[in-house]
């Protein structure tokens, strides 16, 4: 009956599945692993050499002496921001001065023919001096074969050029034009290099600055210190060590460039003044020391006195405003000229109290610095850099409103004191000549000397402040030779990843073969989505023969089909003289097959059986027997032939076969006939079992009408070819109760498939009788070449372990 072999559905993940595939699959770990260790040695061999070097920088909190230069104006922020010095350290400005000082132009490379070529830097036998002149075309592969101590060829790539030259002479092509001279600072013998092939090319400075510039890496060395940390791969080992150096050096002297610039200015100013007042002493001195040659001097009067000394002031305060109209006039021109201020000079070096302007200046060397340091970052066109430039416009608007105010102040107070200067001449002209012009002649000494005096001071400041100011930052370690540390590739370093990487990919292909696969493999995708019995599997047909019961009747085709003919019994419980029908949801699923061998079975045992073609659309059982199909089943419903004319006993003992006949144009209207059942009726007297062969399910209705005929209806499923989709089908078929005592079989079973082992003879029970392994002394009759040794070792492992798991 049915209920014995119903089974529940499983939906449980079955990992011990799934861990007897991996284990079974072990050849395809140890051929991963294999390769892997192959592309590892491989990888390692050829693999170009990167090698890492790093440096420390301290940088300091404070900046130095700049109060005494700018008279308490900050033009620089007391506090470092690292961040930005980050992104100066990497700016292409930065790393481009340092590489231009270098001698990156040129890379010369050996050949070697079984490993990576030799990149040559500092150890070339031979030095390509470019002509600076002419232009000279970057990554062209130019090859240099040496034939003598003193003669080279010269081969360019993708060109037809290809010269025999000597050191020293003179090449020139559309391409290139330099000389090739010896080495000198190597002591080589060139005999030696005879025979030896190189190469060289000419970078591209842009593309080798921005190499460099992203593989330099900057960071804090702990998050609460100043000190920097830099490193930096590279394929040669001394040149990522002088392009390090080289960067941190070019970064102080800039640095303190920086922090000079404006004390030079304002030296460059004062220097600009004092021409103008030496020029003026000069003068007065010599005419002082003609007047005292040439006149005598007389004493004069305390009123004359009072005036003169009211008028000095004044000349002294018309020289101050002088000076600062002075300063005004070059803050303006400049701005006019530069569009920017690049002086930076402050207003209270020389006295000149405008904390307005000492305002705006400080906001405008602030602004300055965040721009700089904004125009460092690789992305130009960021929100912050266009608020600044803003900012910037609106200062040096400002700038000019203010400098022009003052300015207008300026000539105001000046025009106030010239009109004092001359009442005061007014009343000196009543005092005589002589002793007004010595008074004038010392006045104007006096004036000129305190400004000189005053200018000289300021001048002696800012040289202190020049040479007391530091770059900001200090070295700790320079970047050694010794100290670089090869990262790739390490001997042995990757095993693990590869081992991991080995281990994971067939498991990835497994599972994920298994997760896409929408294909029929083992019983445990038939319990999943539906509740029908599994009658059996049939091991896969290794026979060229249609029959393979028949002819090999010890076969595991065949011990396959005994095991689904035993199973069947149980749906056939206390019915006499059954019909079996044998359908598929789709074609292909080797519906025949099973029906004609299991019909054979029947027929072996002495029972009369019967296989009927039914298939009135597409038939093949006459096939199978070599049946013209001239006439039968169709024949016989329409009423041309008679029932003994349309039975055919076949070869085999026991076996009828009722074939389909020529194809009818309405064979649903025949299947559904009286006559059909008629025909089942009489037939059922007349042999023990009755094996019908259906069409398709799922392309025609044919089946569901057979159905009612039949005593047991079996389901052919074959392994990874009927989709999963077909379950469904079968599940509704049951659920509606459109066909009865339904079974499932599952067809061409291919052991290796579902564990990659060929284990047993079906995987619903998967066990084989092991009574030996030598030909003649294994339970089956086959004609199957002994496995080789490792599929019997795999055999016999993945046994131990199911003894584990049962």
């Known amino acids: 009956m049915e209920e014995h072999l119903t089974h529940t559905k499983s939906t449980s993940f079955d990992i011990k599945n799934y861990i007897l595939k991996l284990i079974a699959h072990w050849y395809l770990f140890a051929i991963a692993i294999i390769l892997g260790f192959c592309y590892n040695y491989f990888d390692t061999r050829f693999a170009e050499n990167v090698y890492s070097i790093n440096s420390t920088m301290l940088l300091s909190d404070e900046l130095q002496n700049t109060q005494a230069v700018v008279g308490g104006l900050k033009l620089f922020d007391n506090r470092k921001n690292y961040e930005n010095e980050f992104g100066v350290l990497k700016s292409f400005a930065l ?4 590489i231009k000082e270098l001698d990156f132009t040129i890379s010369y490379f050996k050949n070697e023919h079984f490993k990576s070529d030799i990149d040559l830097y500092k150890y070339t036998p031979f030095i390509v001096v470019l002509d600076s002149t002419k232009n000279q075309t970057d990554w062209l592969k130019c090859d240099l074969h ?135 002493l000069d003068e007065v001195e010599d005419k002082m020391q003609l007047f005292k040659q040439n006149n005598n001097i007389l004493d004069v009067g305390k009123e004359a006195e009072m005036l003169f000394t009211e008028l000095d002031n004044l ?98 107070n000046y025009r106030d004191i010239k009109k004092k200067i001359e009442l005061i001449d007014s009343k000196l002209s009543q005092i005589p000549s002589v002793e007004r012009e010595i008074q004038n002649i010392q006045r104007r000494y006096k004036l000129n000397d305190d400004i000189y005096t ?15 100011n530091s770059p900001g930052a200090k070295i700790l370690d320079v970047a050694k030779y010794e100290n670089v540390i090869k990262k790739s590739p390490q001997p042995g370093g990757n095993r693990t990843k590869i081992i991991f990487i080995c281990l994971l990919f067939p498991i990835l292909i497994i599972v994920g073969k298994d997760f896409f696969n929408n294909k029929i493999i083992d019983k445990s995708d038939v319990e999943k989505d539906c509740i029908l019995p599994i009658l059996g599997s ?50 292909g699923e080797g519906k025949t097959f099973c029906s004609t061998n299991l019909a054979v079975l029947y027929a072996r045992s002495k029972k009369r059986t019967l296989l009927i073609g039914l298939d009135l659309r597409k038939p093949k059982t006459q096939l199978l ?95 990874n070819y009927s989709s999963k989709n077909v379950l469904k089908i079968v599940e509704e078929l049951h ?72």
């Not at 066109?381 to 803003?390: E, Y």
């Not at 005053?454 to 007391?468: P, V």
């Not at 079992?689 to 057979?706: E, G, M, R």
């Open 146 to 280: 040496i034939v003598s101590k003193d003669e080279f060829i010269l081969k360019i790539e993708n060109t037809s050029i290809e010269k025999k030259l000597k050191f020293g002479q003179k090449f020139e092509s559309e391409y290139f034009n330099f000389k090739i001279v010896k080495n000198e600072k190597l002591n080589i013998d060139y005999k030696q290099l005879i025979g030896d092939e190189y190469y060289f090319y000419k970078n591209n400075i842009n593309s080798l600055v921005k190499s460099y510039q992203g593989s330099l890496n900057v960071d804090l060395r702990s998050p609460n210190s100043s000190i920097l940390w830099l490193w930096v791969d590279g394929s040669v080992p001394e040149r990522i060590v002088d392009y390090l150096n080289k960067l941190t050096e070019v970064y102080l002297i800039q640095s303190l460039e920086a922090k000079n610039r404006i004390v030079f200015n304002t030296i460059r100013f004062i220097d600009n003044q004092l021409k103008g007042v030496i020029d003026s």
């Open 454 to 468: 005053f200018l000289l001071e300021k001048r002696t400041e800012a040289g202190i402040t020049m040479a007391s």
């Open 538 to 587: 049939i091991s896969r047909n290794t026979y060229k023969e249609d029959l393979p019961v028949y002819k090999y009747p010890k076969s595991p085709v065949a011990e396959s089909f005994r095991l689904v003919k035993t199973n069947l019994q149980y749906l056939l419980i206390k019915v006499k003289n059954p019909v079996i029908s044998v359908n598929s949801t789709v074609g």
């Open 735 to 806: 659920q509606a109760k459109k066909m009865t005592n339904m079974g499932i079989v599952i067809n061409d079973v291919n052991p290796s498939v579902i564990f990659g082992l060929k284990y047993g003879y079906g995987f619903s029970y998967g066990y084989n009788y092991g009574y030996g392994t030598e030909e003649g002394q294994g339970y089956y009759e086959n004609n199957i070449q002994k496995q080789n040794i490792f599929k019997r070792i795999g055999q016999k492992f993945y046994a131990e372990l199911k003894k584990i798991f049962s």
């Open 625 to 719: 027997f070599k049946n013209p199909n001239i006439i039968g089943l169709s024949t016989y419903l329409i009423g041309y032939n008679t029932l003994d004319e349309v039975l055919v006993e076949t070869h085999i003992e026991n076996l009828y076969l009722l074939p389909s006949g020529p194809i009818p144009p309405n064979p649903a209207e025949l299947i559904e006939s009286d006559k059909m059942l008629d025909l089942i009726v009489e037939l059922k007297t007349k042999f023990d079992y009755i094996l019908i062969d259906t069409p398709p399910v799922a392309h025609v209705a044919d089946a569901l009408l057979i159905a009612k005929f039949a005593d047991a209806n079996i389901f052919v499923m074959r392994q």
């Open 315 to 412: 000349q002294k305060e018309k020289k101050l405003l002088e000076l600062k109209q002075s300063f005004y006039d070059y803050f303006a021109k400049d701005l006019k000229e530069n569009g920017e201020l690049t002086t930076g000079i402050s207003p209270s070096f020389l006295d000149i109290q405008d904390p307005v302007l000492e305002s705006l200046l400080d906001e405008y060397q602030k602004l300055k610095s965040e721009i700089q340091i904004l125009n460092y970052d690789v992305k130009k066109n960021v929100p912050n850099l266009d608020i600044a430039k803003l900012k910037m416009v609106s200062i040096n608007n400002e700038l000019n409103v203010h400098i022009e105010s003052s300015l207008k102040a300026i000539s105001y």
């Open 95 to 98: 790393n481009e001065t340092a």
